[in-house]
């Protein structure tokens, strides 16, 4: 069971400006960061939340201000690679077909390796726990608005049209089973890197979102 934050805290009091929300997401994904790597050293119920505040450089009241639980300190770092995701299907040129996305140069070009190791991590750890595999559920969830907002504009439907709440859907589920092949790849088989997965998971799932209905 999760280690939860019990009591409420009070409201920090003092001279310094308020944190931007750009900036507090910095800070969400610096925890997560720390959390994935302690979670993949030590293990989730080896590991407490007053470990990850210290591994990112913040108090653990500073921590409780973030997030419920220590479970859910994870989710930014896949929370990141969904919301990059949208705007890179939001800003591809609307007289292009959707599918050359994933072939674009500047795919991969600011995504940290180190950022999508860890996503590795988390989902390998996501099959030993259920805590966290509720997580990842639910970063994948929430992605589906924003994602449906972004077809919707650019197919001309309304977000909450059914047809474009699917095709969202279908397309993070292709980005999902994506990693889920790399990864599961029995050892020592070869195959195609992880760039190119991803890129040959995402070709199939942009392609079905922009196409005609059936």
Partial sequence: MGEEHGAAQPARRGG???????RKDEIRLEIAIAAVRLFTEQGLDGTSVAQIADAAGIATRTLWRY??????????????GLDRFTSYVRDWPTDRPLAGAADDTQWFSDASPTRLLLVIDLFR?????????QVWIRCYSDAVAPLSVVLGERLGLPADDLRIKVKASMLLASMHQGLRHYVCRAPGEHGLSLEDTIRAAA???????EAPDV
């Fill in 67 to 80: 997030f419920p639980s220590k479970e859910a300190c994870a989710g930014p770092l896949l929370s990141f």
């Fill in 16 to 22: 310094r400006p308020p944190l931007t929300e750009s």
């Fill in 125 to 133: 750890l996501t099959q030993a726990e259920p805590t966290l595999d």
């Fill in 203 to 209: 070709r199939i799932g942009l392609a079905a979102a």
